[in-house]
């Protein structure tokens, strides 16, 4: 507008504040009155898009942490939700061990998930075979405050740590049947995928993925065994070595429709999959149920 002599409206409503264009008309002034220009301090101008941030897209850059291969924000280490499984995983990973890696905790982005995944290490026990005993509950003495006694909180309905600490005793169990330590992992492929996989032996070669439930299955149900077989074949395909691809269940009924004449099983077949029943004991059976009932499957 100093060019031009003269105020520009159009020019001016390409600044997004009236401050800013306010600024604008204060650069026009000195050439209006004084017919010569003032030299004038240059100024850098932050102009950002108008509306609200919440309703531009955020770019996908990286991959959830968890290993299930989607993309999250720039800022963002997990999907949502995905925080919850990962810290399972790595609970899991140290329980089949049997003792704390700081290894597997260093995965984790945040104390809070590392002391969860401690947590899970510190309530259950693969080697026993079940679940350790829960405290009795602590009445509380301060010098100020009456005495107070806790109380456990109800377990959510989709809770599924019984289920959790089963596959870990599968896994094990499992292991003693092959000859192999089966150790849950979190694998980096070759294409930059990440991918959180059950159990694995590298001497020898041998991918598993364990699921806990007990009695029949529902369709949904068996397309999550027949999705655990298809990570199996990628993930195998991505690595060297030949890895025996193994997909351990626990109850002969909710293995049927993966063995015999049916297409799920042929399709394993056909994929070299293996399926291996392994029975928990009595009380991790009961365990299972009993979740499997309040979880309404």
């Known amino acids: 507008m100093v060019e031009a002599g003269a105020e520009d409206p159009d020019l001016l409503a390409e600044l997004p504040s009236e401050a800013l264009q306010a600024q604008a008309r204060a650069m026009l002034n000195p050439s209006a009155s004084g017919g010569r220009l003032q030299p004038q301090r240059t100024v850098a101008v932050d102009v950002t898009e108008a509306g609200p941030a919440s309703s531009r897209e955020q770019p996908l850059v990286g991959s959830c942490r968890c290993g299930c291969g989607e993309q999250v924000g720039r800022r963002s280490n997990y999907r949502p939700g995905h925080d919850a499984r990962h810290t399972s995983q790595i609970g899991r990973a140290m329980i089949a061990a049997g003792a704390e890696d700081p290894v597997l905790l260093a995965d984790l982005p945040s104390e809070a998930l590392r002391e969860k995944a401690r947590a899970m290490l510190a309530n259950r026990s693969p080697t026993r075979g079940l679940l350790q005993p829960q405290s009795e509950p602590v009445r509380r003495s301060p010098r100020v405050k009456p005495a107070v006694e806790s109380e456990a909180l109800p377990v959510p309905p989709g809770d599924s740590s019984e289920q959790q600490g089963a596959e ?40 598993v993925e364990a699921w806990a439930h007990q009695g029949s299955t529902k369709p949904a149900q068996r397309n999550k065994v027949l999705a655990d077989a298809l990570k199996l074949v ?40 293996e399926v291996e029943v392994v029975p928990l004991a009595e009380e991790w059976r009961e365990r299972v149920l009993n979740a499997q009932a309040r979880q309404y499957r």
């Open 234 to 273: 990628y993930v195998a395909s991505q690595l060297q070595g030949g890895h025996r691809k193994v997909l351990c269940l626990s109850d002969a009924e909710a293995a049927r429709p993966f063995l015999g004449r049916s297409w799920y099983a042929g399709a394993l077949r056909s994929m070299d999959v």
């Open 168 to 207: 870990a005793v599968m896994l094990a169990a499992l292991g003693e049947r092959l000859g192999v330590t089966l150790t849950p992992t979190q694998l980096h492929l070759p294409d930059g995928s990440r991918v959180a996989v059950d159990g694995i032996s590298t001497n020898p070669a041998v991918l």
